[in-house]
T-cell receptor, first 115, second 113 residues
Framework: AQSVTQPDIHITVSEGASLELRCNYS??????LFWYVQSPGQGLQLLLK??????LVQGIKGFEAEFKRSQSSFNLRKPSVHWSDAAEYFC?????????????FGTGTSLTVIP | DGGITQSPKYLFRKEGQNVTLSCEQN?????MYWYRQDPGQGLRLIYY???????QKGDIAEGYSVSREKKESFPLTVTSAQKNPTAFYLC????????????FGEGSRLTVL
């Protein structure tokens, strides 16, 4: 069965420090992979996505993620965190093909940034 | 600007009442989705639709109903049969095929009094 695991429920980092949010997935083939960010009481905004090609993908707001097939991982990174990055982050897997009806979301990682 | 509009932003309901949440998109997307979000549980799929006049149940469809009479609209009705309806509801859409990412609305928070 398809699933997405975000092992860290909550992470606290200092402003200016580096950040890595973990994501592991279970899927029968190479999926589409996404990272979304959600501010309190708001919808989800796409940070970045992986479909094929270069396994290191760049996104908005200075984020990047690396797809590692051997580890079934798609970890999100940022070299220097800003206070405005405090939010909830969701990793998601999407089914390939014309069907592609469903996405599978992790339970999210809440990020706190301290001055 | 293209996007997804959900209304109302906040909604209060008495037990036993049905309520309908609106979702409209002007992105010309084929597929539309409704998710429920509860703290610590991520997003759970309620219903989705890939084409007008057709929709499928997701993982937690009991107590909910939808319609897809127009491509741009996908309203969700929370019925009195839903035992725990207080939650944050998110509507999303995507183009079938292509890169296929989901685009989300701003959400509707339903509180049952």
């Amino acid at each position: 069965a398809q699933s997405v695991t975000q092992p860290d429920i909550h992470i606290t980092v200092s402003e200016g420090a580096s950040l890595e949010l973990r994501c592991n997935y279970s899927y029968g083939a190479t999926p589409y992979l996404f990272w979304y960010v959600q501010s309190p009481g708001q919808g989800l905004q796409l940070l970045l996505k992986y479909f094929s090609g270069d396994t290191l993908v760049q996104g908005i707001k200075g984020f990047e993620a690396e797809f590692k097939r051997s580890q079934s991982s798609f970890n999100l990174r940022k070299p220097s965190v800003h206070w405005s990055d405090a939010a909830e982050y969701f990793c998601a897997v999407g089914a390939r093909g014309t069907g592609g009806n469903q996405f599978y979301f992790g339970t999210g990682t809440s990020l706190t940034v301290i001055p | 600007d293209g996007g997804i509009t959900q209304s109302p932003k906040y909604l209060f309901r008495k037990e036993g009442q049905n309520v309908t949440l609106s979702c409209e998109q002007n992105l010309n997307h084929d597929a539309m989705y409704w998710y429920r979000q509860d703290p610590g549980q991520g997003l759970r799929l309620i219903y989705y639709s890939q084409i007008v006049n057709d929709f499928q149940k997701g993982d937690i469809a009991e107590g909910y109903s939808v319609s897809r009479e127009k491509k741009e609209s996908f309203p969700l009705t929370v019925t009195s049969a839903q035992k725990n309806p207080t939650a944050f509801y998110l509507c999303a859409s995507r183009m079938v095929g292509g890169t296929g990412e989901l685009f989300f609305g701003e959400g509707s928070r339903l509180t049952v009094l």
